[in-house]
């Protein structure tokens, strides 16, 4: 607390990042690619003219945009950047959710949703999962301010159908639905085809998770012109150059290099299946992922103990603190080696 902040500033309940530590670990805890972005992005680096930097970048990020229009098959009017997915989607709260209706989520989903809640003064509305430990589509009340939630979902891993999405976007057709697409590169199904018959439909997306570029800070969004227009408003009212001009060029790159891209999730996927019997052979139950981590828990060890134990033996993984969540690690998938260590430990950890 100080005299000197504005007064909401007290009010607000910050987002918790995984931590970056400062030893060499075997980091298995922010979702990470444990693969190298594409090689282009390399000769992009050495090859950037300096004297760019001079000059500010397209403030419309116009060719990024045309080349994720051509990755998704959409105008380039239809997709918005911004400098990660985490500023997107605070830019979406404030053109879409500031509303008199409250904002529907289900509980257990991104946790940086309910810090926006309060930043911006959104009313929230969090719907439990259903019984399987799926976002309960059905549950989302058409009367409200709008829906948010990833798909796939995170910490859990499951992932719904685009048809399902679709069911959703019939039913609710006077408030804007989001849906996080950050983990949908690992086995998940996009909803983006759907933005054409859908205009309250805002697709999120990252360069953070399946391209390998967390440390650059991308993030996009497809939807509706009209969409698109109101993001641009509020990100016109707040950062004109969000998105600078190596990061475009990276990017750009780092699109057109889809076997890199094919080839790094298929790993992912293959490598997240083999973790999984190995997890189910040591006795953990390992809820289904689409996603690039799974989220497990052990019926006789304590998870925060496990936690430490991992830590203690230079592993690192993700544990919540909150009730729902207590009993449960969530672990990024790695490289097979990696995921070797972490089983061997565990191995030890739950003789
Ligand atoms: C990682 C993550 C993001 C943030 O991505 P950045 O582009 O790195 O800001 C957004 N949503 C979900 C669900 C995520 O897991």
Redesign the pocket.
């Known amino acids: 607390m100080s005299k000197f902040w504005s007064p909401a500033v007290s009010e607000l309940t910050p987002y918790i990042p995984g931590e970056q530590p400062r030893e060499r670990l075997i980091k298995l805890n922010t979702?990470e690619n444990p693969y190298p972005p594409a090689p282009g992005v390399g000769a992009v680096l050495r090859e950037f003219p300096t004297d760019h930097l001079r000059l500010y970048p397209d403030p419309e990020s116009r060719a990024l945009r045309e080349s994720l229009g051509r990755t998704f098959g959409v105008d380039a009017d239809q997709v918005f950047v911004g400098n990660?997915?985490?500023?997107v989607?605070a830019l979406a709260f404030q053109a879409f959710f500031r509303q008199e209706r409250p904002l529907e989520m289900p509980d257990i989903t991104?946790s940086?949703y309910p810090v926006y809640c309060r930043l911006y003064g959104v009313e929230r509305r969090a719907l439990p999962l259903n019984a399987r430990w799926e976002v309960d589509l059905d549950a989302f009340d058409s009367d409200c301010g709008g829906v948010i939630f990833?798909n796939p979902n995170?910490p859990t891993g499951h992932g719904h159908g685009r048809e399902a999405i679709a069911g959703l976007l019939e039913r609710i057709t006077d408030s804007v639905v989001l849906v996080?697409e950050?983990?949908v590169d690992f086995g998940g199904e996009s909803a983006v085809s759907l933005v054409e018959r859908f205009p309250n439909l805002l697709v999120?997306g990252?360069?953070?998770?399946s391209r390998s570029l967390?440390g650059l800070?991308?993030?996009y969004a497809v939807g509706s012109r009209e969409l698109i227009e109101g993001l641009t408003r509020v990100k016109n009212s707040f950062n004109s150059y969000p998105v600078d001009s190596l990061a475009s060029a990276v990017a750009i790159a780092t699109l057109e290099d889809t076997d890199h891209f094919e080839a790094c999730r298929e790993k992912v996927i293959t490598t997240r299946e083999r973790t999984r019997r190995q997890l189910e052979s040591l006795g953990f139950e390992v809820l289904p992922s689409r996603a690039n981590f799974v989220l497990v828990s052990h019926p006789d060890f304590d998870a925060a103990q496990l936690f430490v134990g991992l830590r203690e033996r230079g592993i690192l993984v993700r544990h919540f603190n909150t009730d729902a969540l207590r009993n449960f690690l969530r672990i990024t998938i790695g490289t097979d080696d990696e995921m070797d260590s972490l089983v061997e430990t565990l191995e030890l950890l739950c003789a």
Do not use: I
């Open positions: 979702n990660g997915s985490d500023e989607l991104y940086f990833a995170a996080d950050a983990y999120t990252t360069f953070s998770k967390a800070r991308l993030g």
